[in-house]
């Protein structure tokens, strides 16, 4: 049996009366042992309770539900809940999920979100020029990629046409019809590092080169401007684009304006889109588009775009306007302008996270770990050099066995806090590793190495500390573990167990089977009349008993549909108001 312990409740923020335990947090309940602190079940108690009561009777209330809470845990815990490892799995999951946010920069966080906004809030018109590296590529690709750029640029400073050079030499398949013009774009619609060179750039200006996943490019910012909103909107697109002939081109135009006609003579745009649009995505539904503009995924070219929000009303549609793809009519269905920043802040939260600009707040709050736990690795660069013989082919056929000299092992590379790490302890992490090709010197490759383990063993160290530095992830943390152990116990020690009992299970219907019976139903129709002279006349053919209902409603509304309304169902004999009145004009079948 276990053995509890229970501290008066009504004496629970009497901090005084505990000088033997913690002054700020006593222990008010004991179970086997096991101290229960104050703040735990005021935890619990306030957040399941909006509105909570001191009251000692409300208190001494809860305090039952919590000990009964508590030793199902501590059950469970006994059973070796605690080590099953699905639930070991999803507490780790669920406590992955939750360190996040302890785990960056806040500041630098609440600062990119804001910058996110400001952006969000006006719109850059720019065009580039992409120079590809693909993979993982070489510092010799690299470097040739960055150099092609230079030159280009060079060019470009010389008096030559961004588009022309675009066409001639960018490496994104778009540019031979577009000139590297990329339209207008707002915050979180490019890669960051060409989001953020764009939106620091001056009009007229030519950026570059930028490095990005995709390679290195020159970005030439064209135009800014606020941000108009999103539009919902639809079109009608007759094709036309570059491999469309001559002649062809001429009947989608005449084939536009023929349906423009219709337009204005009132007919459905959404009919005439199903009708005659080509654009096969969206014709079955009307014409009718994702939403595009400021901050949304869906992009349209510049063309498409400024007619779309130059439409004055929601409802009204354009002329004929073209398009690289053809001829297009739109039409405007809803316009939603910039959001504030409070009604945006969640949204732009969870994108800036998702997003690789959050990389610059991990790397600002290690940066302040550093600082805290007072990291060194002063001596870092003397112990690399001890690796620099490592073989390429080695590595990457996993036969490196480790260094062949051994006396080196107890030097320290970095330590922080009480924490030292060795040279032995950076040639276990290396030979847990696995790679399959390695495309820079040795050197270069041992100090990315040396310099991901640190971060790793800083931030995991970090990780270990969260209980101890934030009450609240602890709690939480605390929370969720004893709540699946709870959930676990009641579903294999009672809920699956009931549910195989079937003697269990037909004693207890039999027991209570009346304790859940439905009062008196009657399955017929009520007559509701429109008065007493009405009432009468449905009594007469009801008794006749050679109409129907819907007979009878249809000869009594001849004049009115408000002489008699009737309702075929299966009645309550406690809810129905006419069996309150005990009146029944017509006797019903059980």
Known sequence: MKKIQLLLVGLLLTVSSFAHEDEKDPIVLTIDGQGIHKSEFLYIYTKNNPN???????????????????????????????????????????????????MVDKNKNEKLIKEAYDRTTSEVRASHILIRLIGSPTPVDTLKAYNKCLELKKRIDAGEDFGEVAKSSSEDPSAKTNLGDLGYFSALQMVYPFEDAAFNAEVGEVA?????????????????????????????????????????????????????????????????????????????????????????????????????????????FSEPIRTPYGWHIIKRIEMTPVASYEDMYRELKLKVEKDMRAQTTKNAFLDNLKKEYNYSEKDANKCLAYFKDVSKKEFTDNTWKGLEDKSHHEEVMFSFKDQFYTVADFEA????????????????????????????????????????????????????RDGILV????????????????????????????????????????????????????????????????????????????????????????????????????????
């Open 487 to 590: 959930f676990e116990i009641m579903q294999n020690e009672i809920w699956t167990k009931a549910s195989k009992d079937s003697v269990g299970i037909l004693k207890y219907y039999e027991a209570h089977k009346n304790d859940f019976t439905y009062p008196i139903r009657y399955d017929g129709e009520l007559y509701k009349c429109k008065d007493k002279a009405t009432a009468a006349l449905v009594t007469g053919y009801i008794k006749t008993d050679t109409m129907t209902y819907g007979q009878i409603q249809e000869l009594v509304n001849q004049n009115s549909q408000l002489n008699l309304t009737v309702k075929k169902h299966i009645f309550n004999s406690e809810t129905t108001e006419a069996f309150k009145k005990g009146k029944k004009i017509r006797k019903f079948k059980n």
């Open 52 to 102: 909570p009561s001191f009251k000692s009777e409300d208190l001494d209330e809860y305090m039952e539900l919590f000990i009964n809470y508590k030793l199902k845990v501590k059950e469970a815990e006994k059973l070796g809940y605690d080590t099953i490892p699905k639930l070991t799995t999803e507490l780790a999951t669920y406590r992955k999920q939750l360190s996040q946010p302890y």
């Open 208 to 316: 570059g080169p930028v490095r990005t996943r995709f390679g290195y490019h020159l970005i030439k910012v064209v135009d800014k401007r606020q941000a108009q909103g999103r539009i919902k909107a639809a079109h009608i697109m007759i094709l036309a684009n570059t491999e469309t002939s001559e002649a062809d081109k001429e009947i989608a135009k005449e084939k536009i304006n023929e349906i423009y006609e219709l337009l204005k003579a009132g007919e459905d745009f959404a009919g005439l889109a199903m009708k005659y649009s080509d654009d096969q995505s969206s014709k079955n539904k009307g014409g009718l588009l994702p939403e595009f503009g400021a901050g949304s995924k869906q992009r349209m070219v510049p063309e498409f775009e400024a007619a779309a929000f130059s439409i004055k009303n929601d409802g009204e």
């Open 429 to 480: 992490f290396l030979l847990g590793m696995r790679t399959s090709s390695i495309n820079i010197p040795m050197t270069e490759f041992m100090r990315a190495q040396f310099d991901g383990w640190t971060r790793k063993t800083l931030m995991s160290y970090e990780d270990g500390q969260l209980e101890s530095k934030y009450p609240e992830f602890k709690s939480l943390i605390q929370e969720y």
